[in-house]
């Protein structure tokens, strides 16, 4: 039987139970709000929303080495149609994602609409592959990124030292999780900013470019789509290398629930920013080729530190400052929506429960957000990242079309949910099509790395059983899973607490506890042991509540 998650709302003494299916209203499902209940607030404008897509789509690819495209295009008037394409065809995946975030008001973006759509066990396989590979795996990739280009400027005539590199990526990555553990508001001032200074460093490559046109510079535009003819697995490939580029705009649906007017302004926030990325990366682009050969772009290591040095002098030397706030952001806005994802994942009784607790003060998911921490610094000491990327890559799109099939899905599932945005059908369509058939496309370019990625993902369906579903589990096993540390309920005052240690209940003073339970809604374990529930989890440890899925509750 699938667990359903606790449901108990403290409130003086009394409790509130959840929905008949198990599962936690969203912020926006219509009920009322406990007063004094500590949630996530709506605290994402529409500015906000904007610099989060943004924030995550432009990352170093732009910068560094956006040449997938060129590579298996042949020519230079083909590589710019498939970026103009790229950008179309993401628009469309933005808005069938809009439709879903207005329709369906939860956070965790693809966790949430596969699991209103196909159900528990594809949505708990999508966040465990998410949790213990994918998003650290990520996380580190781009980090490194940010390490080694913030020090490029005090290395700029010698190699720079792996373990430097390590040291402050790792430096970056903690100070990430603190600034999204600590505030909402800063993390999100501090995304605009960072979106504000990628705008900056793609202006700076764009205006000189079109000053080059203006003067006539367009040798590498002449017989732009002579040159080496694509092949017919090129130009699939050059497709799946620009879409990669433009990944990142769904970001936004992972915190529906703090987003202020969701249906109107997650729309809005999407089409803006796929429009101004899409702008951008096309003339950022041309303006590379006013200045730079094809043949030439190939082979630059830094296509924009290449450009700057021709046009630009030793104003050149800012350009790696540029690609590291532009990696620190993507840091950021991935961390702030991902953590989203095992939030609500966790409140659905999916991952360990403490996932789901908030800090009663600071209104961020804590342990949502730095339960990354410990595997992300693993990954980037010890493990083979780009392998890891390579064996799931496929896990994205093959996700991402599922998620997309599912609108189609619910269209004739359940015709009479409200739909405050609405896209025509042969967009969703046209959508995942391409999304499965990049999938089949990774199956047979590269079939030894996707067939050991699918494996890594199907672990998920014996974890769910072991996990999640078997009830019957030995003596042993469920005293193993029923080692918990202390809990603490906070009662509406906000002043003192009850604590509990084993099943006895006694007043402690509140600034002992500090984590809280998103809508109130069980006990809350503020003990230092918190890690111990996220290593455990990774060692295959899964925490569920005592006495048939519910917490001891204390004395009123």
């Not at 997309?404 to 042969?426: E, H, N």
Request: aromatic share 12%; net charge positive; proline share 6%.
């Amino acid at each position: 039987m699938f667990r359903k998650a606790a449901v108990t709302t403290v409130s003086n003494g009394s409790y509130l139970q959840g929905q008949a299916n198990g599962r936690l209203p969203s912020v926006d499902s219509g009920q009322p709000a406990q007063e004094g209940k500590v949630v996530l607030k709506k605290k994402v404008t529409l500015l906000r929303g904007i610099s989060i897509i943004i924030g995550t789509i432009i990352g170093a690819g732009i910068f560094i080495s956006p040449k997938g495209i060129l590579k298996n295009t042949g020519s230079v008037g083909m590589s710019l149609t498939v970026w103009t394409a790229c950008g179309i065809l993401s628009l469309f995946g933005a808005l069938c994602y809009a439709e879903l975030g207005t329709c369906i008001k939860k956070s965790g973006g693809h966790y949430t609409y596969i699991l209103e759509a196909f159900g528990p066990l594809p949505a708990f396989v999508r966040v465990w592959v998410e949790l213990l590979i994918i998003r650290p795996a990520a996380t580190a990739v781009i980090s490194l990124a940010f390490g080694r280009y913030i020090l490029e400027p005090f290395f700029m005539q010698c190699e720079i030292p792996e373990l430097a590199i390590k040291l402050v990526t790792a430096v970056g990555i903690t100070l990430v999780m603190v600034l999204n553990s600590t505030s909402v508001s800063w993390s999100a001032r501090i995304q605009i900013f960072l979106t504000f200074c990628k705008l900056v460093a793609i202006l700076i490559i764009i205006v000189p470019g079109v000053i080059q046109l203006i003067k006539g510079e367009t040798e590498h535009f002449k017989n732009a789509f002579a040159g080496n003819d694509a092949s017919v697995m090129g130009l699939p490939l050059a497709f799946y290398s620009g879409m990669y580029a433009y990944s990142g705009w769904f970001y936004l649906n992972f915190v529906t629930e703090e987003v202020e007017n969701p249906e109107k302004n997650i729309p809005l926030a999407i089409c803006i920013s796929m429009i101004i990325v899409t702008v951008g990366y096309v003339l950022t682009n041309v303006a590379y080729f006013t200045t730079i050969s094809a043949g030439e772009l190939l082979l630059s290591k830094a296509v924009a530190v290449t450009f700057a040095e021709r046009l630009m002098g030793n104003f050149s030397l800012a350009v790696p400052v540029f690609v590291a706030l532009s990696c620190f952001g993507s840091m950021n806005g991935g961390i702030f929506a991902v953590s989203r994802m095992f939030f609500v994942a966790s409140r659905e009784g999916h991952l360990p429960e403490i996932l789901s607790m908030i800090h009663v003060r600071k209104h961020t998911p804590l342990p949502a957000v730095i339960v990354l921490h410990p595997l992300t610094m693993i990954m980037l000491f010890n493990g083979d990242l780009y392998s890891l990327l390579n064996f799931l890559s496929f896990a994205r799109w093959l996700f991402i079309g599922l998620v997309v099939a599912g609108l189609i899905y619910l269209r004739y599932k359940r015709p009479d949910m409200p739909r405050p945005f609405k896209v025509p059908l042969f967009i969703p369509a046209l959508f995942s099509f391409t999304c499965l058939f990049m999938v089949a496309l990774s199956l047979y370019s590269d079939p030894v790395n996707t067939g050991i990625g699918f494996a890594i993902t199907l672990t998920g369906v014996p974890a769910y059983y072991l996990f999640i579903v078997w009830d019957k589990k030995p003596k042993w096993f469920r005293k193993l899973l029923e080692r918990r540390p202390g809990a603490c309920v906070i009662p509406m005052d906000g002043h003192s607490v009850l604590a509990r240690r084993g099943k006895q209940w006694t007043p402690v003073k509140s600034g002992n506890c500090n984590i809280a339970n998103p809508l109130g809604s069980h006990p809350i374990r503020g003990r230092p042991e918190i890690m111990i529930f996220m290593y455990s989890f990774w060692l295959g440890v899964s925490f569920q509540p005592e006495e048939g899925g519910r917490e001891i509750s204390p004395p009123t």
